[in-house]
Every structure is written in structure tokens, then in C-alpha cells.
């Protein structure tokens, strides 16, 4: 396990990847203390790719979920009512 600084790592990253590729562990370090750990990622299994339409039929949308909302329904959702002193649209 080879450790080395953290300029030495700057400078010499690429032949450090290198050995990590070959199995080998490098701990960086800062100011002689070890801060990190650089070591060969284990593989993971290829994830296999899922079907389309799994869900088909398991959900169901409904007919007016595209619908206008209405007025009031707007002014819940923008938090603004028009009897409000701040609506521009105040008449008070």
C-alpha cells in the first residue's frame, strides 16, 4: 500500500489510477496524515434492462387530471385570493 501527499498525488495521478487498476490500494495523505483512499472499484453485475409496460394496466389517469383548475383552485395553489391587499387585481 503505497501513501503518498497530496501534491505527490496531484502530480502524479494518472500513474496512481494505474495501480489502482492493478489492484493495488493508495492512501493520500496531508501532511503525513492518511485523509483518503484510493482503491480499485469492485464491478458491479451489468444491470439487466427492464421490460417496457411492467405497470401496464396498474395505473389509471383520470379523464380530467389535464383540465383547467379553477379559480379557485388557482388561488390555493398561488396562495393569492382577490380580496387580498396585495392582489393587483384588488379592489379595496
Request: charged fraction near 25%; glycine fraction near 4%.
Amino acid at each position: 500500500m503505497a501513501v503518498v501527499n497530496i501534491h505527490q498525488a496531484k502530480a502524479h495521478m494518472s500513474e496512481l489510477l494505474d495501480a489502482v487498476e492493478r489492484g493495488e490500494t493508495v492512501v493520500i495523505a496531508r501532511r503525513n496524515k492518511p485523509v483518503a483512499e484510493l482503491r480499485p472499484v469492485t464491478q458491479a453485475p451489468p444491470a439487466t434492462r427492464r421490460p417496457i409496460g411492467l405497470a401496464q394496466g396498474m395505473i389509471e389517469i383520470a379523464p380530467d387530471a389535464f383540465a383547467p383548475m379553477s379559480e379557485d383552485e388557482l388561488a390555493d395553489w398561488y396562495d393569492i385570493r382577490p380580496d387580498d391587499p396585495l392582489h393587483p387585481d384588488c379592489k379595496a
